[in-house]
C-alpha cells in the first residue's frame, strides 16, 4: 500500500529502529526503520554456549538445592531428574523445535488451538509465565552473582550492604551488552561457558579422585543411605516426594527454543521449511541436556559424600555454593578465587538467553495483536524496557535470591507443562499413538511437579499473575490507543474488482458501504434509495462494498477484495477482515493511489449509544462504521486534500 511521506528519522531514532532481524528472522519492520539483511546466524554449538550461561550456571546452586531436599538421596534424586530430563522433557522440546522453527515455542503451538479474544488472552497469560520466567532469570541471577561478590572473603568489608547496588548494575550491564549488538552476546556467552564447564571438570576429576583413592566414603555413605532408607524402591520413592524441589535442574529448555531463529542450518532453508534449523536445534538441545546430566549427577555425588551435612545448611561454608566450597577445599584458594570468578561471571550473564528468549518471543506476538506500539519490533527499544522492569523487579524484591525462586520455578515449569500439553495435542492430531502416550505421561508427571511447587511456594503464582497482569492491561491499552490505526497490510483486487475500479475511474468513484443481509434484489435497490435520498444524489452508478468480520481480535492482515454482479445488476465488492472501518479505509486509500482519483464512500448513521457502538467496534469490529472510517483515513492521511470523502446520510 502507498503510504504517507515522513520526515527522515533523527540519527538517535535510526539507530534505536536498527536491526529489527537481529533478534528473530520473519519480524516485520517498523515504520522508518532502515532495511539491514537478517543475519545469516550461528552455528548451533555456539548458540548453546548462550542458553547454556543459564542452564549450565545452575550448577552454581543445584547441587546444594539438591542435598539440602534429599541429604544422603541427593544422588539418587538427582538420578530421577536426569530420567525426567532425557526422557521427559528434551523429548518434548525437541517436538516443539519441529512444530515451530520460529522459536515461538509451545506458546505459537496452543495458540493454534483457540481464536478470538479467548485464544489471545490465552497466549497472553503464557506470555505472562514467560515473562515471569526469562525476567526472574535475569534478576535472580545477578542477584545471586552479586552474593557471591559480596560474600568473597576478600570483598565483605569493602561491598558490605551493597548487593543491592551491585545487583542493578549488573543488570544494566546485561542491557548494554545488547544494546551493542547480538554477537557481542554470542561471544561472551561462548567464552564464559567453555571458562566455567572447564573448571567444573577439574573441580569434579579431583572431587572423584578423593572419592575413589578415600574407599571408606562409598561405603560409608551408602550404608547410611541403607539405613536411613531401607530398600531401592523406598529410595525412589522418597526421591519422587523431594523431586519437585530439584525441578529448576529443568530450567533451559525453554530458551533453548526461543532462540533457535539465531541457530545457522543450513544454506537451503527457508521459512517456511527450514530443516537445517531444526536438525542443528536438536543438537543443541540434546548436547546441553547430555552436559547437563553428566555433570548433576557427578556433582551431586562428590558434594554429597565430600560435604558435610551440616556445611549445605544456612550459615554453612557450602550453602548456595557446593562446587566453590570443594574447589577451595581440594584445590587451594588461587583455584577457588579462579572459579569464584568464572561461577559470579556465568550467573550475571545468565541472563543473556533470558535477554534473547524475550526480544525474540514479545515481537512476535504483541505488536501482531496490536498490543504494543510500532517500536516494540526493534530490538534496542525492548532492551531499555526490559532492562528497566528487571531494575523494578530487583528493587521490588530487594535483590533477594530466594524470594525471587519460588517464582523462577514456576515459570519455567508452567511453560514445560504447557508445551508437554502442546506436544500431546500435536500427536493425536497426527495421529501418532506411541508419541501421544508417552508426551502424555510427560504430561501428568511435569503438572505434578507445578501443582506441587504451587502448593509449597505459592508466592510463585502470585508474581506470575502480576505479570500477566500487567502484561494484559498494558496490552488493551496498547490496543485501545491504536484503535484508529490503519491495520492492512496489503490489498488485493481479484479482475473483476479491478474492472469495477478501472470503470468508475473514468466518472466519480462512489462506493456504498452495506451490510449483507438477504442479498436480494430489493435489498440493493432500497439501499440506493436510501443513499440517494439522504445525499441528494442522482443516478445509480455505486459499487457496493460489503465487510465480513472473521477474526475480531486480530489486529493486522493482508486484504483481498473479489468483485461480482449480482442479480445482473448490482456490482458488489466482497471483503474479509478483522475490523469493518479499516478494511473500508484501506480500500479507499489503494483506490485512490491506483487511480489518481478521489473516491467517495457512503454510510448510514448506526443507530445506538456510540459510546455502545465505539465498544462493539472495539471487541468485535463492528459498530460505529462511518466515523470510525473517517477517523482511520484522517490518520493514515493527513492531507484532507488527498483523503478520500465519506459521506453519512
Given at each position: ?8 528519522p533523527s540519527?538517535l ?5 536498527e536491526?529489527?532481524?537481529d ?14 539483511p ?12 548462550l542458553?547454556?550461561?543459564?542452564y549450565?550456571?545452575t550448577?552454581g ?12 538421596l ?11 530430563t ?6 518434548v ?8 522453527p520460529?522459536g515461538e515455542?509451545?506458546i505459537?503451538m496452543?495458540?493454534?488451538?483457540l ?7 490465552f497466549?497472553?497469560?503464557?506470555l505472562?509465565?514467560?515473562?515471569t520466567d ?13 552474593t557471591?561478590?559480596v560474600e ?6 569493602a ?8 545487583t542493578l548494575?549488573?543488570v ?17 556467552a ?10 567444573n ?6 572431587g572423584m ?5 578415600a ?9 547410611a543411605?541403607?539405613t ?9 520413592g522418597?526421591s519422587?516426594?523431594?523431586f519437585p524441589k530439584?525441578?529448576?535442574g ?8 526461543a532462540?533457535?531463529p ?11 521449511n527450514p ?19 553428566v555433570?548433576?549427577?557427578a556433582t ?8 558435610p ?7 554453612g ?7 566453590a566450597?570443594l574447589s577451595?577445599?581440594?584445590?587451594g584458594?588461587?583455584f577457588?578465587?579462579?572459579y ?7 550467573l ?15 515481537p512476535?506476538?504483541l505488536?501482531r495483536?496490536?498490543?504494543?506500539p510500532?517500536?516494540?519490533r526493534a530490538v ?10 528487571g531494575?523494578?523487579v ?8 530466594d ?5 523462577y ?7 514445560m507443562s504447557?508445551?508437554a500439553?502442546?506436544v ?27 501443582v506441587?511447587n504451587?502448593?509449597e511456594?505459592p ?12 502484561i494484559i ?6 490496543r485501545l ?8 497490510t496489503?490489498?488485493?483486487?481479484d ?10 475511474a473514468?466518472r ?5 458501504a ?11 435497490r ?7 435520498n439522504?445525499?441528494?444524489i442522482?443516478?445509480?452508478?455505486f459499487?457496493?462494498v ?5 477474526d475480531?481480535?486480530e489486529?493486522?492482515?493482508g486484504?483481498?477484495?473479489r ?7 448490482y ?11 479499516n478494511?473500508l ?14 473516491p ?8 445506538g ?6 465498544l462493539?467496534?472495539f471487541l ?9 472510517t ?10 484532507r486534500?488527498?483523503?478520500p470523502r465519506?459521506?453519512?446520510?
Amino acid at each position: 500500500m502507498a503510504t504517507t511521506e515522513h520526515p527522515p528519522p533523527s540519527r538517535l531514532r535510526a539507530w534505536m529502529l536498527e536491526g529489527l532481524s537481529d533478534m528473530g528472522k520473519g519480524i516485520q519492520q517498523a515504520p522508518h526503520a532502515q532495511p539491514e539483511p537478517a543475519h545469516k546466524g550461528q552455528r548451533w554449538y555456539r548458540v548453546m554456549c548462550l542458553t547454556g550461561v543459564d542452564y549450565f550456571s545452575t550448577l552454581g546452586y543445584q547441587p546444594g538445592i539438591a542435598a539440602l531436599a534429599a541429604g544422603l538421596l541427593s544422588p539418587v534424586a538427582t538420578i530421577v531428574l536426569v530420567i525426567v530430563t532425557l526422557a521427559g522433557a528434551l523429548p518434548v522440546y525437541r517436538r516443539v523445535a519441529e512444530e515451530s522453527p520460529r522459536g515461538e515455542g509451545s506458546i505459537a503451538m496452543l495458540e493454534r488451538l483457540l481464536s478470538f479474544w479467548k485464544g489471545k488472552l490465552f497466549v497472553l497469560t503464557l506470555l505472562g509465565f514467560a515473562a515471569t520466567d526469562f525476567l526472574i532469570t535475569i534478576t535472580l541471577s545477578a542477584a545471586d552473582a552479586s552474593t557471591h561478590l559480596v560474600e568473597n572473603p576478600h570483598l565483605t568489608s569493602a561491598l558490605h550492604g551493597q548487593q543491592m547496588l551491585i545487583t542493578l548494575i549488573l543488570v544494566a550491564l546485561l542491557g548494554a551488552v545488547f544494546l551493542k549488538g547480538f554477537l557481542e552476546a554470542i561471544g561472551v556467552a561462548v567464552a564464559l561457558v567453555v571458562v566455567y564447564l572447564g573448571l567444573n571438570v577439574v573441580v569434579v576429576a579431583v572431587g572423584m579422585y578423593h572419592v575413589i583413592t578415600a574407599g571408606h566414603l562409598v561405603t560409608d555413605w551408602a550404608g547410611a543411605l541403607t539405613t536411613e532408607h531401607g530398600n531401592i524402591f523406598a529410595m525412589i520413592g522418597v526421591s519422587l516426594l523431594v523431586f519437585p524441589k530439584l525441578a529448576l535442574g529443568l530450567s533451559g529448555f525453554e530458551t533453548g527454543v526461543a532462540v533457535m531463529p539465531h541457530v545457522q542450518g543450513d544454506p537451503g532453508d527457508t521459512e517456511e521449511n527450514p530443516q537445517g534449523r531444526i536438525r542443528d536445534t536438536k543438537k543443541l538441545l540434546t548436547a546441553a541436556a547430555l552436559i547437563m546430566s553428566v555433570f548433576l549427577i557427578a556433582t551431586s555425588f562428590i558434594t554429597t559424600v565430600l560435604i558435610p551435612e551440616k556445611e549445605f545448611k544456612s550459615g554453612g561454608q557450602a550453602n548456595g555454593r557446593a562446587l566453590a566450597y570443594l574447589s577451595h577445599e581440594y584445590l587451594g584458594n588461587a583455584f577457588g578465587t579462579v572459579y569464584d570468578i568464572s561461577t559470579i561471571a556465568i550467573l550475571w550473564f545468565a541472563g543473556a538467553s533470558a535477554m534473547a528468549g524475550l526480544l525474540n518471543l514479545m515481537p512476535r506476538y504483541l505488536p501482531r495483536y496490536g498490543m504494543a506500539p510500532h517500536w516494540a519490533r526493534a530490538v534496542r527499544p525492548m532492551v531499555i524496557v526490559f532492562t528497566l522492569i528487571g531494575f523494578l523487579v530487583t528493587w521490588i524484591f530487594n535483590a533477594d535470591v530466594d524470594a525471587q525462586g519460588g517464582a523462577y520455578a514456576t515459570g519455567v515449569l508452567v511453560l514445560m507443562s504447557s508445551a508437554a500439553i502442546a506436544v500431546t495435542i500435536a500427536a493425536r492430531r497426527a495421529q501418532q499413538r506411541g508419541w501421544t502416550i508417552g508426551f502424555g505421561v510427560v504430561s501428568a508427571v511435569l503438572l505434578y511437579v507445578t501443582v506441587a511447587n504451587v502448593i509449597e511456594r505459592p508466592d510463585g503464582v502470585k508474581i506470575g499473575a502480576c505479570f500477566i497482569a500487567g502484561i494484559i492491561l498494558v496490552s488493551l491499552l496498547s490496543r485501545l490507543a491504536r484503535a484508529f490505526e490503519l491495520r492492512v497490510t496489503s490489498v488485493t483486487l481479484d479482475d473483476m474488482a479491478e474492472r469495477f475500479i478501472r470503470d468508475m475511474a473514468s466518472r466519480k468513484i462512489r462506493f456504498i458501504a452495506n451490510e449483507p443481509d438477504q442479498r436480494d434484489k430489493a435489498e440493493y435497490r432500497d439501499k440506493i434509495e436510501q443513499i440517494q435520498n439522504d445525499n441528494d444524489i442522482p443516478g445509480e452508478d455505486f459499487v457496493f462494498v460489503e465487510v465480513t468480520v472473521v477474526d475480531p481480535s486480530e489486529f493486522e492482515a493482508g486484504l483481498t477484495v473479489r468483485g461480482e454482479v449480482l442479480h445482473d445488476r448490482y456490482r458488489v465488492l466482497t471483503l474479509e477482515s478483522s475490523s469493518i472501518p479499516n478494511a473500508l479505509a484501506a480500500l479507499l486509500l489503494h483506490v485512490r493511489d491506483t487511480t489518481q482519483c478521489t473516491p467517495h464512500i457512503y454510510f448510514e448513521w448506526t443507530e445506538g449509544s456510540p459510546f455502545a457502538n465505539f465498544l462493539r467496534f472495539f471487541l468485535f469490529g463492528q459498530g460505529e462504521v462511518a466515523p470510525v472510517t473517517r477517523e482511520v483515513l484522517r490518520e493514515a492521511e493527513p492531507d484532507r486534500i488527498r483523503r478520500p470523502r465519506v459521506h453519512t446520510g
